[in-house]
């Protein structure tokens, strides 16, 4: 987890312009599943019109579930209690794609 968490730093960091990092920003928290939820509003980032799709891994399972997916400028991810480094591979893989790939990584 070590380099998709030095990787989504990078991320933030290279979006914080003293306006974007206030107002919309990054939450990461818990669900009660037990799990992680992951949320990256992506107004007034790169990200903000490309397309992605949906993934959903797992989902039956009861640790071992993930699902993403962008809506309302917002890229939405929530997974079992080991999945947060999968959910932030997944949007740094998606984040990095050039911009006329339309589709998620597989996974």
Sequence with gaps: MANELAEFQNWYASHCDGD???GKG???GTVDNPGWRLRVNLEDTELEERSFDAVEENYEHETEWLRCWVADKQFEAAGGPLQLPR???IFLDWADRPKSSAVAPAG
């Design 20 to 22: 974007w990092e206030h």
């Design 26 to 28: 990054i939450e990461i």
């Design 87 to 89: 959910m932030l591979r």
